[in-house]
């Protein structure tokens, strides 16, 4: 095909401007223009399955240099049929096909600038659609807005009045802040868990500073969370990666798991009683989050060196802890009210009950001076047991789960919820009353590891092996035992899938006068 050329003429500017026409008219830049945009286009693709529709048009379709990608390809379509006006009949084919590009980049680029995303609920009802809601749709945006008094002053007349209401645009993308990595080489392409690679994210700008200043008010945004929850107690969220990925596949994939201990009481009861609580990875393992209730650190010791003993086969067992010394007590044959004596403590502990149905154990420890207290253990239900810490005894109750899985004449009398673990194992959290989280891993009948957990956000395993289960803490909101109602709003992790139920909160400060 013959190419067009622009005729050169002989002034500087003119010819400047001629090269600049022939560059964009170019066949080259076509090719360079249309390559770069079928590889980000695939790229989005990618971002938009793993993060969803809202993230890739935040980090891909609504940027600055993507709408620059798309520019420059509809000066390309322009300029290349521009420079051959006056059009001959047999490129009649050639111009609508360039026409109809234009028109499709210039729709793309009105409804990026003007569309808006909105919701609108239809109700099954004859009344008319005016007494429903105004008939409105809800917008999917965010937003601020200030009621600023129509004069400045401060009376309460004036203070009483409905003013202007001032509509502040707030661009504050799909994830929390917070989980946005700064330039570095190491996280260009690459995040710690539970955090964002810098590319493409950290090209994306988000409306953090001050968004209105005039007549003496300022608004200013600190920090934003997508998602939110007000908690009571204490929360963690912590990534786990394993074998199987959240979506079900094979892969290792960084799962979110969120746990909390609030604080409870007891029937009829004064006192705060913290409880914990459980989750289930993609694996089918459990994560389990308590609460050392005492400030002693014996129930730390307890926690990480109470250990069964391997015999073969495994028997179910009791292993107590007091004043640094380890007792194991078999309980197979342990009848209620059968009294063990720890050593020279001067304690005894005695069965009061045993619940076979539960796995369960409820022990009463008495020291020699008429005092006494009262133990509870589960086998599988950790989170709910309760220690006896004003007498210094901390236990642990462990039973192979994996064999009573297999025991169908015993299983038929076991509650369901009483085997939570089953088979895939257990990894125990306890935080100590200084702040500190500690693990345990527990694959019946087997006690494979123990430890502290990093509190920095990196990776840790829970066992020594190649490609072992790891975990990092992302966030924890320690449980205060002084103060174990007191309220506090976490950022929750970014889910792929949104509910509509999420809570977005901005953190703002907000000055006037």
């Known amino acids: 095909m013959h190419d067009p050329r622009v005729v050169s003429p002989k002034s500087l500017p003119l010819r400047l401007l001629s090269a600049v026409i022939r560059f964009l008219a170019s066949l080259r830049l076509a090719v360079v223009t249309l390559t770069a945009l079928i590889v980000v286009l695939a790229w989005a693709t990618f971002i938009e399955q793993a993060y969803g529709s809202a993230a890739s048009r935040f980090g891909v379709y609504r940027t600055g240099w993507f709408a620059g990608l798309g520019a420059l390809l509809g000066l390309n379509v322009f300029f290349a049929a521009a420079v051959r006006f006056p059009w001959k009949r047999h490129q009649t084919g050639f111009v609508i096909t360039h026409a109809g590009i234009l028109v499709l980049l ?83 392409f690459s995040a710690d868990p ?50 199987r990925s959240p979506d079900g596949g094979a892969a290792r994939a960084w799962e979110p798991v969120e746990l909390e201990i609030t604080p409870g009481r007891q029937p009829g009861g004064q006192s705060v009683v913290p409880v914990g609580s459980r989750a289930t990875l993609a694996d089918g393992t459990n994560v389990t989050f308590a609460l050392a209730a005492t400030k002693s650190s014996d129930e730390v010791r307890a926690f990480l060196e109470s250990r069964p003993q391997a015999d073969e086969p495994f028997q179910d067992q009791l292993v107590l802890f007091c004043r640094g010394v380890r007792y194991v007590v078999p309980t197979e044959g342990w009848k209620q009210g059968s009294k063990i004596s720890l050593g020279n403590t001067g304690l005894t502990v005695t069965l009061a009950e045993r619940e076979d149905r539960l796995l369960a154990m409820e022990l009463m420890v008495e020291d020699g001076a008429g005092n006494a207290e009262e133990m509870l253990l589960f086998a599988d239900r950790p989170e709910f047991n309760r220690q006896a810490g004003r007498l210094g005894v901390f236990g642990s109750y462990w039973v192979d789960t994996a064999a009573v899985s297999q025991d169908f004449n015993r299983l038929a009398d076991i509650h369901p919820q009483a085997l939570a673990g089953g088979t895939q194992g257990r990894v125990d959290l306890l935080q100590s009353a ?11 009948p087997r006690f494979v590891a123990a430890g502290a957990v990093p509190l920095d956000g990196s990776p840790f395993q829970v066992e020594d092996r190649r490609n072992a289960m790891r975990f990092a803490v992302r966030t924890l909101l320690p449980y205060d035992i002084d103060r174990p109602e007191r309220k506090a709003v976490v950022p929750r992790p970014f889910r792929k899938r949104r509910t509509g139920m999420e809570q977005p909160r901005a953190f703002v400060r907000l000055t006037a006068g």
Not at 113 to 138: C, K, N, S, V, W
């Open 106 to 188: 210039t729709g793309s680029m009105l409804s990026a600038l003007h569309g808006i995303d909105a919701q609108m609920r239809i109700y099954e009802t004859d009344r008319p659609r005016a007494d429903l809601l105004g008939g409105l749709a809800f917008e999917d945006t965010l937003h601020f807005e200030l009621t600023l008094p129509d004069s400045a002053s401060t009376t309460q007349a004036s203070a009483d009045r409905v003013g202007r209401v001032v509509r502040i645009p707030f661009q504050c993308g799909p994830f929390n802040w917070r989980d946005y990595h700064a330039f570095s080489l190491r996280h260009i």
């Open 194 to 243: 539970g955090r964002l690679p810098w590319f493409p994210w950290g090209l994306r700008s988000v409306d953090k500073g001050v968004l209105y200043d005039q007549g003496g008010v300022r608004l200013e945004v600190l920090d934003y969370y997508s998602d939110s929850l007000e908690v009571s107690g204490g929360y963690l969220c912590i990534y786990a990666e394993t074998d």
């Open 434 to 444: 200084d702040g500190k989280l500690y693990f345990r891993y527990w694959k019946a």
